[in-house]
């Protein structure tokens, strides 16, 4: 019996801590906290010196009801991750009133930055001498419009939700292939390592997410201490700001490389013929897109043999 319950702890800590690493961070400064309102770290005697009165049995349970409980905290925000990063990309609920109007307004503010943004774009490009500041203002304009959506596109009331738009739609640009439309074909024929680097990207952005979840609810322990207040507020700042916008970048990177990369396989996996130039692509991928989304009866174009080579 001692072998079973060492192996079954071994996993047990394992898959545990993967899940609530977060969690016990987060109630361990809530610990912190509650010793600061009550005297200060002398207030954690008491508890400890009755713990260590204990047998083994009562400690070993109140351990695992710890860890449970940080667990069982853990999932929770897990569950809030995805409503959460929702609403950091600006998915507003249209009630009450204010909240669409205040919607609107950001998106048409964000989107007239981004055309003023284009117009001294192509008076830099098009003057003709360029200065080293020139240059670098080109340079930062660039950067910024690859940020964002097309301006033809709707805009997200926030940063984080342009910067996830414009990945979206830069397949669209590129290829004539709808992103959110294509998706769930194209992630079936990506190899696993590629599978492997979005799922990481993806985890990524969602522990930043969650990170600014644990950071506003550590505010709930101001009561005991003033100092919970500023510091779950600025590790929720922090990730909002900083984190999310990062790796919501590198994850929206990755996901148009893999466009980039395997759209091909996607062709051939569902026997449609392949491209010969960039202006043919966007057309067959528009009506590529069309046929995963509604099918079609249409004798065009003619499937390709499953043994055909690219090109042929």
Known sequence: MTAVWSSINSKLVDKLAAVSGSA?????????????????LQALSRPAGWLSKQGGVTQAALLLVVVAGASASGLVVARLTTPALHLLEGYWPSRPRWIASRSRYLSSRLKKQAMDDFDRWQKLKAAPEHTDDDLGETYRLELAMHRRPSLSRPYQPTRIGNLLRAAEGRPGIKYGLDAVTVWPQLWLVLPAEVKQELSAARTALDSSVGAAIWGIFFCAFTPWTILALPAGLIV???????????????????????????????????????????????TAGERLTEYLWRGSILQTPSFTRPDAKPGS
């Not at 016990?24 to 200060?40: C, D, I, K």
């Not at 980039?260 to 996607?266: K, S």
Request: no cysteine; charged share 15%; net charge negative.
């Open 24 to 40: 016990l961070v987060f109630w361990l400064g809530g610990l912190l906290a509650w010793s600061l309102g009550n005297g200060g």
């Open 236 to 282: 929720a700042a922090a990730a909002i700001l900083a984190w999310v916008p990062a790796r919501a970048e590198v994850f929206g990177g990755l996901v148009e490389a893999a466009f980039d990369l395997y759209r091909v396989a996607l062709y051939q996996q569902l026997r449609w013929p392949l491209p010969d130039n960039p202006a043919d692509e966007i």
